[in-house]
DNA sequence: CTTCTCGTACGATAGACATCGTAGTACGGC
DNA sequence: GCCGTACTACGATGTCTATCGTACGAGAAG
């Protein structure tokens, strides 16, 4: 029946439940260069962003794909709001599923890409 | 010239060397199912094995394949020993690289296996 | 209502990848 | 030298995936 919108928006996406996150798809998900940097910057901004607050270098219609990706696999929820579609890491989901991984992760890419070129 | 044979075998198998080990390659070799359960087999022995100590169910040909990806992408080294081929964690490199990293998969790999059915 | 922006959906395409089977090479033992 | 074991190399195949372009839908602003 699908009484009452949870957070007050209308269309919603589908999300993976927290136990039905796999870590395989989690890792897949972050081994794409361009997924593991939006991901970098959710979690540096620790709130939402929306879909076209990132400069990515491909179109607007990979960019949806990418973002599919994530929120399927379990890394980010997307919300709607109004016009603009938010974005946030399940960092809580995460955290309790797989404690440290998505820090050590992060660490990781940090130091790489203080390590190579950088940014 | 090639003198002295590094650890007395013969031929030996290309590694990429330590700075050359890429993020999302190894969260790319860890997010195949096969791959993941070798690597955490590998790393609670903490020696190494033989590739025919693995019992994928999946071809000799194939499983040539997933120990190559685990290679080429840094997170396993891989010797001959006479007929046998000898594959162990490269611990050391990724500690080194991404500390705490190979430790959080390990553990997530762990806590998903205990909540999905199991082993 | 019209228009603008933001994002989706669908179809196409090219490349990557997991898988197999067969044939072959290297090494150790007989 | 010959055979068996361990693993590789190569070619084929089907599936997945990253990418694009175009056409569409939903909401805000005029």
New binding site residues.
Partial sequence: MTIAAPTG???D?PHPQRAEIRLEAVL?AL??P??LQVVRELAADGGEL????FDL?????????????LRESGVIR?V?R?????NGVRRDDLDGLFPGLLDSVLAAAARQAVRLGSR
Wanted: a positive charge; aromatic letters at 6%; charged letters at 20%.
């Fill in positions: 928006s209308s269309r996406l897949h081994s794409d361009l997924r929306s879909c076209s607050h270098p491909v179109t607007k219609s990979t960019t949806t794909h990418h973002f599919r990706v997307q709607y109004g016009t603009a579609k938010m």
